[in-house]
């Protein structure tokens, strides 16, 4: 089965740059969305279609994708950012669609 | 303003049934989009499980397949999903979720419900 892979944790201080990465193999076609994940709270989504940023999600997300591998970047960290953070794609038929394990963001 | 809420029983025994629905408020889910469940073990990742058009089409997920059915009911504005034979690994946080679909591929769960959590027992 389809496997998407993320480091299982990552920590920043307040205002430096976080960057979390998701590798699978049929990246290089299909594109990269990813979740933020608060404590208690359904997923919202920050990036789609690789690097693109739903109304409302501050600047500071941005997202690329070149070949196996994607990276969900956060400029100026603040605590208020801490989470868990999903990348979500779709295998090379199209038909399955995984999340990948999920990445524990800590700013402090 | 799109809503999405889960219902379903409190708790289910292993062997059984689980059967949950999802009530879509603020948008007719014969407009368009795919719906699709999510689940959630305690303290663990996110779960695709399938995704519905409301004509019937769905993708499921290969793990599940044998034991899921997904339907909607467009008269309810619902979309329900039944998981048979269940065993204590099937615990989660269920969330339901507007799916986008641009007639080639389907994109992001933009909108999600609250989730409900669903213990099975032993």
């Known amino acids: 089965s389809y496997e998407l892979t993320q480091p299982p ?16 193999d049929a990246l290089p076609k299909k594109y990269v969305y990813w979740y ?38 956060i400029r100026g960290a603040q605590v208020d950012d801490e989470a868990d953070f999903y990348c979500y794609s779709t295998d090379s038929s199209g038909d399955q669609r995984v999340f990948g394990g999920g990445t524990k963001l800590t700013v402090l | 303003q799109v809503q999405l809420q889960e219902s379903g029983p409190g708790l289910v025994k292993a062997s059984e049934t689980l059967s949950l629905t999802c009530t879509v408020t603020g948008y007719f889910i014969s407009s368009g989009y795919y719906w699709a469940w999510i689940r959630q073990p305690p303290g663990k990742g996110l779960e695709w499980i399938g995704s519905i058009y409301f004509r019937g ?33 099937d615990t989660a946080v269920y969330y339901c979720a507007r799916q986008e679909y641009n007639g080639n591929f389907l994109g992001a769960f933009d909108v999600w419900g609250q ?7 032993s």
């Open chain 1, 9 to 24: 944790s990552v920590s920043v201080s307040p205002g430096q740059t976080a960057r979390i990465t998701c590798s699978g």
């Open chain 1, 36 to 73: 933020q994940q608060k404590s208690g709270q359904a997923p919202v989504l920050v990036i789609f279609e690789d690097n693109k940023r739903p109304s409302g999600i501050p600047e500071r997300f941005s997202g690329s994708s070149s070949g196996t591998m994607a990276t969900l970047t």
């Open chain 2, 115 to 121: 989730g409900t959590l669903v213990p099975v027992s």
């Open chain 2, 57 to 89: 089409n769905t993708y499921y997920t290969s793990s599940l397949k044998s034991r899921l059915t997904m339907s909607v009911d467009t008269a309810k504005n619902q979309l329900s999903l039944r998981l048979t034979s269940v065993t204590p690994a």
